[in-house]
């Protein structure tokens, strides 16, 4: 096994940890906020016309067919309560749903309209304030018909209308009375449609931010296949000539010239032992891309994976002093992989190559995340190389191909489901890597 089985499956939840950092929503998130701006001005409609019916009956004493008009808000009440449960549910919500919410909502102002003079009511310009929600949330064919519905609602309110008893009749006293329904109807829809389009901007905003990000991390993702596929066929490449240095090295070891000289045997043993690592390093190209040459993964718990990788790093690397402090408590049941501890040992060769003298690392465990910091007293991060975490070829190393390995080292965290960070402290540097233990454990999607 290798890292593709969790990295498949937190690839379902890389939507939901982008909303939960903040930085943007996915489609259908934006979707269920659009729809929640439209149970929102619902409930402003159903307040608005309980007010402005009571005002015209009681205030202006203008009689209304109260029953009829009632029933138009129960209406509106019930479908926000089921509008609700759709947004409850697990279902996406689609631009055919928004559309069928804005046509009721079109229907329901034509009922109370019909019951209120018809074209003559200085509320029918209201439909303006639907078309514009139409025009921000829906696609454009969507509009258009909201468009074409609003107008011949429209002209059938011009003909066919249910005619209000005003008692005053006064040209001035109607004409006035009709002006300030439309002042009315001004200030309410402005007011409206400034506060629900910038929400709707936010939200659109968002969705094309989180678009924005997914293209970037499929080049980024991209990148790294075709990095492993170098990597992969370079190791099966070396895998013939390491295997021909060491047949001559075995055969010069043989030589009596040779063993009669303890230095040159000296040096034979080296340069064997230098080849046998390399041939270690090889298979731990191939096993990480899937490749395994005999050698699976293996259980351990967090406490002997993180010893074991530290005490290897401490033997390979040799640094002149290393901190380490296992804090993991209480200890849990992982699969180590070798893909794993490679992206583990980037952060500490970073953190070596930038202070050879001295090198910290923390585990802990804080609820379900393995915690591990790594500290250096090096002279830390430039502003640029922070600004710009996790992109390729971002290194202050001056060297081709410099930023690769903080590069992978990100992009393996990201889909563990993990969170990488970077921050200078007063002398050096501390790299953050935390992982969820589930993306660790040996569940039973792992037993392809």
Same mark, same amino acid.
């Given at each position: 096994?290798?890292? #593709?089985?969790?990295?498949?499956?937190?690839?379902?939840?890389?939507?939901?940890?982008?909303?939960?950092?903040?930085?943007?929503?996915?489609?259908?998130?934006?979707?269920?906020?659009?729809?929640?701006?439209?149970?929102?001005?619902?409930?402003?409609? @159903?307040?608005?016309?309980?007010? #402005?019916?009571?005002?015209?009956?009681?205030?202006?004493?203008?009689?209304?067919?109260?029953?009829?008009?009632?029933?138009?808000?129960?209406?509106?009440?019930?479908?926000?309560?089921?509008? *609700? *449960?759709?947004?409850?549910?697990?279902?996406?919500?689609?631009?055919?749903?928004?559309?069928?919410?804005?046509?009721?909502?079109?229907?329901?102002?034509?009922?109370?309209?019909?019951?209120?003079?018809?074209?003559?009511?200085?509320?029918?310009?209201?439909?303006?304030?639907?078309? #514009?929600?139409?025009?921000?949330?829906?696609?454009?064919?969507?509009?258009?018909?909201?468009?074409?519905?609003?107008?011949?609602?429209?002209?059938?309110?011009?003909?066919?209308?249910?005619?209000?008893?005003?008692?005053?009749?006064?040209?001035?006293?109607?004409?006035?009375?009709?002006?300030?329904?439309?002042?009315?109807?001004?200030?309410?829809?402005?007011?409206?449609?400034?506060?629900?389009?910038?929400?709707?901007?936010?939200?659109?905003?968002?969705?094309?931010?989180?678009?924005?990000?997914?293209?970037?991390?499929?080049?980024?993702?991209?990148?790294?296949?075709?990095?492993? *596929?170098?990597?992969?066929?370079?190791?099966?490449?070396?895998?013939?000539?390491?295997?021909?240095?060491?047949?001559?090295?075995?055969?010069?070891?043989?030589?009596?010239?040779?063993?009669?000289?303890?230095?040159?045997?000296?040096?034979?043993?080296?340069?064997?032992?230098?080849?046998?690592?390399?041939?270690?390093?090889?298979?731990?190209?191939?096993?990480?891309?899937?490749?395994?040459?005999?050698?699976? #993964?293996?259980?351990?718990?967090?406490?002997?994976?993180?010893?074991?990788?530290?005490?290897?790093?401490?033997?390979?690397?040799?640094?002149?002093?290393?901190?380490?402090?296992?804090?993991?408590?209480?200890?849990?049941?992982?699969?180590?992989?070798?893909?794993?501890?490679?992206?583990?040992?980037?952060?500490?060769?970073?953190?070596?190559?930038?202070?050879?003298?001295?090198?910290?690392?923390?585990?802990?465990?804080?609820?379900?995340?393995? @915690?591990?910091?790594?500290?250096?007293?090096?002279?830390?991060?430039?502003?640029?190389?922070?600004?710009?975490?996790?992109?390729?070829?971002?290194?202050?190393?001056?060297?081709?191909?410099?930023?690769?390995?903080?590069?992978?080292?990100?992009?393996?965290?990201?889909?563990?489901?993990?969170?990488?960070?970077?921050?200078?402290?007063?002398?050096?540097?501390?790299?953050?890597?935390?992982?969820?233990?589930?993306?660790?454990?040996?569940?039973?999607?792992?037993?392809?």
């Amino acid at each position: 096994m290798s890292l #593709t089985a969790p990295m498949l499956r937190n690839e379902k939840s890389f939507a939901g940890t982008l909303a939960a950092k903040g930085g943007a929503a996915d489609p259908d998130a934006a979707n269920r906020k659009n729809l929640l701006l439209l149970i929102q001005l619902r409930w402003l409609a @159903v307040a608005g016309q309980v007010l #402005t019916i009571l005002a015209t009956e009681y205030w202006f004493e203008i009689p209304l067919p109260l029953a009829e008009m009632a029933g138009v808000v129960i209406f509106l009440i019930g479908l926000n309560i089921f509008s *609700l *449960l759709a947004l409850r549910g697990r279902r996406p919500i689609s631009n055919a749903q928004l559309f069928v919410a804005l046509i009721f909502d079109m229907a329901a102002l034509t009922t109370q309209l019909y019951l209120s003079g018809g074209a003559s009511n200085p509320f029918v310009s209201l439909y303006l304030l639907q078309i #514009t929600l139409g025009a921000a949330l829906l696609t454009p064919w969507s509009t258009w018909i909201l468009v074409v519905a609003a107008s011949a609602c429209f002209v059938f309110l011009i003909f066919q209308f249910q005619p209000i008893a005003i008692p005053h009749h006064g040209g001035s006293d109607l004409l006035a009375l009709h002006i300030r329904g439309m002042f009315i109807c001004f200030v309410l829809a402005a007011g409206l449609i400034v506060i629900f389009m910038t929400r709707i901007n936010r939200n659109l905003r968002e969705r094309d931010a989180y678009l924005a990000d997914l293209r970037q991390r499929s080049a980024e993702e991209d990148h790294i296949v075709r990095m492993g *596929l170098l990597a992969s066929g370079a190791a099966h490449e070396l895998g013939t000539p390491l295997s021909t240095i060491a047949v001559i090295l075995s055969d010069w070891r043989q030589m009596r010239s040779v063993t009669r000289n303890r230095e040159l045997v000296g040096d034979l043993l080296e340069m064997q032992a230098q080849i046998e690592r390399c041939k270690s390093i090889v298979s731990g190209i191939l096993m990480s891309s899937g490749q395994a040459r005999g050698e699976g #993964t293996i259980r351990t718990s967090i406490r002997h994976f993180l010893d074991d990788l530290v005490q290897e790093w401490r033997v390979s690397r040799q640094p002149i002093r290393l901190e380490y402090r296992n804090d993991v408590e209480p200890d849990e049941q992982i699969v180590s992989d070798t893909a794993l501890r490679q992206v583990i040992f980037n952060v500490f060769d970073n953190a070596l190559e930038a202070s050879p003298h001295w090198v910290g690392v923390t585990a802990e465990r804080r609820g379900e995340k393995l @915690v591990i910091s790594v500290r250096d007293r090096g002279p830390g991060f430039d502003a640029g190389i922070l600004a710009a975490l996790g992109q390729p070829y971002m290194s202050s190393k001056g060297r081709p191909g410099g930023g690769l390995g903080l590069f992978l080292v990100i992009n393996v965290v990201r889909k563990l489901g993990g969170d990488f960070s970077a921050r200078n402290m007063e002398q050096g540097a501390c790299v953050t890597l935390s992982l969820p233990l589930a993306a660790l454990t040996d569940g039973d999607d792992h037993e392809a």
